[in-house]
């Protein structure tokens, strides 16, 4: 019998955000001792004989199972409690060994490397800007871009063309650092990664190449609109439209603002709350997360009203469309709503009146897109800053951290005594001073007064209709709502949704 300890082990000790993992895990894939799939998820056993177990899933009969398998061996080890992300990075990082094979050339291999690094550390974007001299990579942590390394402009360039020509899946294309383009990380990678996928983008500057990779995961840890940081009305708002028999619902943001994130959300409690009896159908290019739906991308060559043309054929309850980029995925998403299916989509837009103009102005007919029985509801959104509890520091004893019009705007609120700023970071936050991202939203579920006022006296109007008369809660708002709890630097606020002040200009605007 093995000598079992039950007393969790912390995972992560303080001087260290992430603690050394260890290489060698039995239980991956050709190991010693070889597991399902469903049980990796949740149960990881190391070289050094230490057995890492979600805390929920310690009664598991599988667990367990294994473990009487283990004393039945007399194989010692000892239980440590570890999240199910923890896990994941466990594997993940024990598969550097076989990525390092993948990876044929030294580049390769230290791209793989800091890839490795930045989904390790959470980041939703790497950064590779070349200049004359140096090149910086920077990591996306919790919406704030960090420097994390320096390399020579060569290697630089070096690594933008090894990432490009042999770990992305493109068309008898290679890199040419004086144009922009687009491609996709191979699968290969992102498998060993643990990414959901991973997609690259370049540009040219005045000094040199610029890549940006987007960094897909699917994310575990937030699977409630709650989590997301979403008000209890706006989630009864999400539920009314789910309920709709037919109409097209839009998620709209800035870039990076979790829109994706949110229709997965979104379409899997749709299929939970119906038990899986509906064809929940998705057109996407390329699909970034996965959902409890049949996930179709755009193949090459197929446009978009090819495709929606045949999804309707396909039998669907729902209709799930990805980002509308351009007026003919608009016009489609539109077409598919006509045929009487719920339909979801994404838009980049500044707020929830701001969409109408938007499709206006990408050239979907007006008539169609001021119908509420056809545009029925939209959702805009972005993500802030959460202050790391450990070390943020209190804005009255700070005010001198603050311009005096952002002191004042804040006073004016009468919320001093509740705010919180950025500390200088700690061992908690990884030196950030911020922990996570939140969701500040607005929800709009369209009526005919609603779109009779936009279509006679416009947005201005619209907006100040859907708050005075419909209780809209704006970004504003709801930041401020975060604010006074203490957990949003309001300088984060203002960089990202407006002066705290905003709604006061915009709504005596369009009552003038």
């Excluded at 994130?261 to 390329?286: A, C, F, M, W």
């Excluded at 005594?417 to 500040?440: A, H, K, P, Y």
């Amino acid at each position: 019998m093995s000598n079992l300890s039950t007393e969790a082990v912390d995972l992560h000790p303080a001087d260290s955000p992430v603690a050394p993992l260890p290489v060698v895990m039995l239980t991956a894939p050709g190991g010693s001792h070889p597991i399902k799939d469903d049980l990796r998820q949740i149960l990881a056993l190391t070289a050094d004989g230490k057995l890492f177990i979600s805390p929920q899933h310690l009664s598991d009969p599988f667990v367990m199972s294994f473990m009487d398998q283990l004393d039945h061996k007399e194989i010692e080890f000892e239980v440590v409690h570890a999240s199910m992300s923890e896990i994941k990075a466990l594997y993940q990082t024990s598969a550097s060994t076989d990525l390092k094979k993948l990876a044929e050339t030294q580049r390769q291999a230290q791209v793989v490397e800091f890839m490795g690094d930045a989904h390790r550390r959470g980041a939703s974007d790497i950064h590779i800007v070349v200049s004359h001299d140096i090149t910086r990579i920077k990591y996306r942590l919790y919406g704030v871009l960090k420097e994390v390394r320096q390399e020579k402009s060569n290697v630089g360039r070096e690594f933008c063309a090894a990432l490009y020509n042999s770990m992305c899946d493109v068309s008898g294309d290679y890199y040419k650092p004086h144009i922009s383009q687009d491609a996709r990380v191979s699968r290969k990678f992102v498998n060993e990664l643990g990414l959901y996928g991973a997609r690259v983008a370049t540009r040219p500057l005045v000094e040199g190449p610029m890549m940006i990779m987007r960094l897909l995961y699917d994310d575990t840890s937030k699977t409630t609109f709650e989590a997301l940081g979403f008000l209890p009305v706006q989630i009864q708002d999400f539920k009314r439209l789910r309920s709709l028999p037919f109409g097209l619902n839009l998620i709209t943001g800035p870039t990076g603002s979790g829109k994706s994130k949110s229709l997965q959300v979104n379409l899997n409690e749709l299929y939970d709350e119906t038990g899986g009896t509906r064809h929940i159908l998705t057109l996407e290019d390329p699909p970034e997360y996965p959902l409890k739906a049949n996930q179709s991308p755009i193949y090459p060559g197929e446009t978009w009203n090819e495709a929606i043309t045949n999804s309707v054929r396909l039998d669907p309850d729902v209709l799930m469309y990805g980002e509308l980029r351009d007026v003919e995925s608009a016009k489609a998403a539109y077409s598919g709503a006509m045929t009487g299916h719920p339909t979801w989509s994404t838009l980049h837009t500044n707020n929830a009146i701001a969409s109408l103009q938007r499709l206006i102005d990408m050239g979907v007919p007006q008539y169609l897109v001021t119908d509420p029985a056809l545009t029925t509801g939209f959702i805009n959104q972005s993500l802030l800053p959460v202050l790391c509890p450990a070390c943020r520091v209190p804005l009255k004893e700070h005010t001198h951290l603050i311009d005096d019009g952002l002191l004042a705007r804040v006073k004016d609120l009468q919320i001093l005594e509740q705010v919180n700023l950025l500390g200088e970071g700690c061992s908690q936050c990884r030196g950030l001073g911020v922990v996570d991202r939140t969701v500040i939203a607005e929800t709009l579920l369209t009526n005919l007064q609603f779109m009779d006022v936009f279509s006679q006296r416009g947005a201005s109007a619209a907006r100040r209709y859907w708050v005075t008369e419909m209780g809209g809660i704006t970004k504003i708002s709801h930041a401020i709502m975060k604010i006074a709890a203490g957990s949003i630097d309001p300088r984060h606020a203002e960089t990202i949704a407006g002066p705290l002040d905003f709604d006061r200009q915009l709504l005596e605007l369009s009552h003038a």
